[in-house]
């Protein structure tokens, strides 16, 4: 394994942001960490680098305990990127080239048109590219990436996406945070982290697992949203057609209710999307770990 983490707890005083959290990554593998904000899903990756102690547990990072050497083959862009704003792109890239022993190499040639300009004066999108770039330089065997679009338009998340592709394909391990589902949907493995937890893992279709939802078809499908939305069903509009996170028993209670208001409509059980089984893991998860404060996506009908 590259990174892991086993059985790892972080406490902050009194809260504790990360618990009990067991994790791998593997050679060539995109490994996401799907979580909210808050989740913990920086933390975990704070004590994987050894940045952080764990409160309990251990990390390891190729074998051994993170250190100072072992970091060395990682490639790390954290969300504020790591880089010097007030620095050009090339000055920020033979600083990462010296400390990483491989003074003389040039700014790879897609980045040159940027050569000359400071880091903070780029779009978000080609900072990421630099901090990408600087990340790579250097062949890390493992990647590690906190929100790597944030804040990136789709055509630059698809580039930075083919690098992420790329870098495994090449045999590094590159281990993902992300709150986005598009981003989530392309790992490899994913660990679904819920206050601290890791709730949910496996790859897109085990985490989804057997979770279904309701397709609700109607003419009038604004009255019918209306409708479910007056009954507290976290109803979602997909152009028409309505989706109802709840599990297929509902399907009479939702019909009726429709039928009731003179709505003629079809409900048919569908399996559930990937964002649909995660705001179902979150429920569960709340609910199982906080009954008080639960109440997210799923079931919040009267
Ligand atoms: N040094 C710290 N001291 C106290 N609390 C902290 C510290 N670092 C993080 N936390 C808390 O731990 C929790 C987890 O934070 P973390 O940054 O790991 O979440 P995250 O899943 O990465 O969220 P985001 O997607 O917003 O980055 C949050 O409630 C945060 O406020």
């Not at 996406?161 to 598009?182: D, K, P, S």
């Not at 392309?186 to 819920?194: G, H, S």
């Not at 028993?249 to 089984?277: I, N, Q, S, W």
Request: charged share 20%; glycine share 12%.
């Amino acid at each position: 394994m590259l990174a892991q983490a086993q059985e790892v707890s972080v406490r902050f005083g009194s809260f504790t942001a990360v618990r009990a959290v067991n994790m791998t990554v593997g050679p060539g593998e995109v490994v996401g960490l799907l979580g909210a904000n808050g989740a913990g899903k920086t933390t975990l990756i704070r004590v994987l680098l050894g940045l952080l102690r764990p409160s309990a547990g251990r990390a390891r990072l190729f074998g051994s305990r993170p250190s100072l050497e072992t970091r060395r083959s990682v490639g790390y862009v954290p969300q504020t990127l790591g880089l010097y704003s007030d620095l050009t792109v090339r000055e920020n890239w033979s600083f990462a080239a010296s400390a990483f022993g491989r003074a003389g190499t040039r700014v790879p040639a897609d980045l040159r048109p940027w050569e000359d300009d400071l880091v903070g004066g780029l779009s978000l999108g080609v900072a990421r590219r630099v901090a990408f770039a600087v990340a790579l330089s250097h062949e890390p065997k493992l990647f590690v990436l906190d929100e790597p679009t944030s804040g990136v338009g789709p055509l630059g998340a698809a580039r930075l996406w083919q690098e992420i592709r790329q870098a495994a394909e090449q045999g590094a391990g590159v281990l993902v945070t992300t709150h986005n589902m598009e981003e989530a949907e392309q790992c490899d493995r994913l660990y679904v982290m819920v206050a601290g937890r890791v709730e949910a893992e496996g790859a897109v279709a085990e985490v989804i697992g057997d979770r279904t939802v309701l397709e609700v078809r109607c003419a009038d499908w604004m009255r019918a949203y209306q409708a479910l939305d007056d009954h507290g069903f976290a109803v979602q509009a997909h152009g028409s057609v309505l989706r109802v996170p709840v599990p297929p028993g509902e399907r009479d209670t939702v019909t009726g209710l429709l039928e009731r208001a003179g709505m003629d409509v079809t409900v048919r059980v569908r399996p559930a999307g990937l964002e649909e089984a995660f705001m179902a893991i979150l429920g569960d998860g709340r609910a199982a770990h906080d009954p008080h404060g639960a109440q997210a996506g799923g079931s919040a009908h009267a």
